[in-house]
């Protein structure tokens, strides 16, 4: 019992999370969108839109370390309103509203003086943008006719991607792809998320929406780009502000925003991969 007890340790300890408790929150997520994608779509907006909004809290708490301040009540409104604006008027509705959104809370900051306005308004912009607009784009596709198959797809990519970048960093990754960002990021791990992403987008885009595999590979290593690109972003947010994770919520994966950094940047991806090839396919 001592020997497994060290190895599921130093596996913990270079993988730089728990294993075992970050399986089975990620599989329990999983079975959450999934079933309600297909089943109930109206809950899985609710689901990704409480997930989107703790993970704005957790965002708009790091901010405080560093003196940036709004009001998270109605900063969360305003997100509320872009994603709810996503899911009933598609991406018009969504640009509409991250306008009108981002001019009143620029007004709000505004009325609170001159003094920091410059620090508390690019931090404000900058939460409702990350993770509230992106987020939008998983609400376009939801909404969608083949919502299910659409959203399947970008599950597909992030989770794979995730999956295998995660296992071939830890089982043959030596070389690091960010060190100063993310020392835990390999080009190994980069490399396995990248064949094995594109292979599973491959099937993916075949089978569920019916173009042929050479695209759905190339639409999975934009996707892996994607999702790389948001795990670095979410990763210098915390070394800016020096944390190790952005929260607590969730057992080895941290907080909200841990978990959902490469979906966040990936789906607006995919939405533009599906939408040219719905001009141009």
């Known amino acids: 019992m001592s020997d497994l007890h060290a190895i599921n340790e130093a596996i913990n300890k270079r993988a ?5 408790p970050s399986i089975f929150v990620g599989l329990s997520l999983l079975a959450i969108v999934f079933l309600t994608i297909a089943f109930a779509p109206p809950l899985f907006a609710l689901f990704v839109a409480t997930a989107v909004t703790l993970a704005l809290k957790e965002l708009s708490a790091a901010f405080q370390v560093r003196g940036i301040t709004h009001s998270f009540p109605i900063l969360a409104i305003a997100t509320l309103s872009l994603l709810a604006s996503a899911w009933f008027a598609g991406l018009t509705g969504l640009a509409i509203a991250t306008v009108i959104a981002g001019i009143i809370l620029l007004l709000a900051q505004l009325l609170k003086g001159i003094e920091g306005f410059v620090a508390r308004a690019t931090g404000t912009l900058f939460a409702l943008f990350y993770p509230g607009f992106v987020a939008g784009f998983i609400f376009v596709l939801a909404r969608a006719e083949d919502g299910f198959a659409y959203i399947a797809t970008l599950v597909i990519i992030v989770g794979v991607n995730d999956t295998f970048a995660y296992l071939s960093g830890l089982l043959l990754g030596k070389h690091p792809l960010a060190s100063k960002i993310s020392p835990k990021k390999t080009w190994e791990g980069f490399f396995g998320g990248l064949v094995f992403t594109s292979i599973a987008s491959a099937f993916a885009f075949f089978y569920l929406l019916e173009h042929h595999y050479l695209l759905g590979a190339l639409a999975g290593a934009l996707g ?58």
């Open 16 to 20: 730089g999370r728990k294993l075992i």
């Open 224 to 281: 892996v780009l994607a999702a790389t690109i948001g795990d670095l972003i979410e990763s210098a947010i915390k070394r800016d502000l020096s944390l190790k994770d952005m929260g607590t919520l969730l057992p080895g994966h941290g907080g909200m925003l841990d978990r959902l950094d490469s979906a966040l940047i990936t789906a607006p991806v995919i939405w533009c991969v599906i939408e040219l090839l719905k001009r141009f396919g």
